[in-house]
């Protein structure tokens, strides 16, 4: 089973990022997926979430500025961001059921 996080940069605040989290080894598109944020010092917590059915929620601190979305045919699923801040720089992690990646780094510069 593996997913693997992509995408990450370093952008300036204002700017916009997709992140990509391919899946394989198991049937991903029965499970809801999520990704997770952590930032230096702080707990991992949760940024979206899509269910197989396709229904998406967000933490209020990324509404109407995130958007969670899934491509079964790819096994995969997309964080796009904009609106960029500073305080969304962490390291992202997607994950299903039990399964984790390794993460990929946001960096946004004021």
């Known amino acids: 089973v593996q997913l693997v996080e992509s995408g990450g940069a370093l952008v300036q605040a204002g700017g916009s990022l997709r992140l990509s989290c391919r899946t394989s080894?198991?049937?991903?598109?029965?499970?809801?997926v999520g990704w997770f944020r952590q930032a230096p010092g702080k707990e991992r917590e949760l940024v979206a979430v899509?269910?197989?059915?396709?229904?998406?929620n967000y933490a209020d601190s990324v509404k109407g500025r995130f958007t969670i979305s899934r491509d079964n045919a790819k096994n995969t699923v997309y964080l796009q961001m904009g609106s960029l801040k500073p305080e969304d720089t962490a390291v992202y992690y997607c994950?299903?059921?039990?399964?984790w990646g390794r993460g990929t780094q946001v960096t946004v510069s004021s």
């Open positions: 994950t299903a059921d039990i399964y």
């Open positions: 080894g198991f049937s991903y598109e029965h499970y809801a």
């Open positions: 899509i269910t197989r059915g396709g229904s998406t």
